[in-house]
Each structure stands twice: as C-alpha cells, then as structure tokens.
Nanobody
Framework: QVQLTESGGGSVQAGGSLRLSCSAS?????????YGWFRQAPGKEREGVAATYPDGRTKYYGDSVKGRFTISPDNKRNTLYLQMNALNPEDTAMYYC???????????????????WGQGTQVTVSS
C-alpha cells in the first residue's frame, strides 16, 4: 500500500489560486503507475479532478476544471502537484490524492481506478 500525504489546502477568495501537494516516500513513489486528484463536497459524490502518469506527458481533467487546474508530477521530490487558478465557490471541497500501482483500462478519473488514498486537504473558496 502506498502512503500519500496531501497539503496546501486553505481558504481563498474567488478568483484566487492555491497549489496542493501530494507526497510519498521514494520507495512508494516508484511503485505508482498513475496518480489522481479527487474532490468531495458535502452531500456530493467524490469526483475526479485530474490524473496523470509519472512522466506527466498525458493528463486528464474533469470538465469543471479544464483550463483552470494543472496536475504535474515532480519525480525528484516524490511529489504530485495540483495548481488551481481562478477558483470559485463551487471548487470548495475536500481534495484527495490517489494512486494506483496497476495498469488497467479503467477511466483515469474514476474512483475505481485507484487503490490508495490520502487523508485529504480542505479547500474553501469564498465569494
């Protein structure tokens, strides 16, 4: 099992930016085949926000964040980032990092694709 730790959440006004980080040990990081960021607002389903592979060449984004969020791995630091710009109140949620060491055909933005999850970091956007 891969241990993931998120950080970087906080409160920001609409239009602002935040950068989330997801770190793993070097041993764990090298096991990972695919990474994802998910979010869950109160009373809503957990939704896929972004996903990528360790080489960062192919990236997937949810429709609601395309053009505003950027996922990027930093393999030297064993860290995955999610840069979030132009935030709006609808982005308020708990954000989770996820990882899988398996190669399969599941949608990269589906929960079932991932076996390992972090504890989450809260993002709150005020209007």
């Amino acid at each position: 099992q891969v241990q993931l730790t998120e950080s970087g959440g906080g409160s920001v006004q609409a239009g602002g930016s935040l950068r989330l980080s997801c770190s793993a040990s070097r041993v764990d990081y090298e096991k990972i085949y695919i990474y994802g960021w998910f979010r869950q607002a109160p009373g809503k389903e957990r939704e896929g926000v972004a996903a990528t592979y360790p080489d960062g060449r192919t990236k997937y984004y949810g429709d609601s964040v395309k053009g505003r969020f950027t996922i990027s791995p930093d393999n030297k630091r064993n860290t995955l980032y999610l840069q979030m710009n132009a935030l709006n109140p609808e982005d308020t949620a708990m954000y989770y990092c996820a990882a899988s060491s398996r190669s399969d055909s599941h949608d990269p933005l589906s929960r079932g694709r991932y076996s390992d999850w972090g504890q989450g970091t809260q993002v709150t956007v005020s209007s």
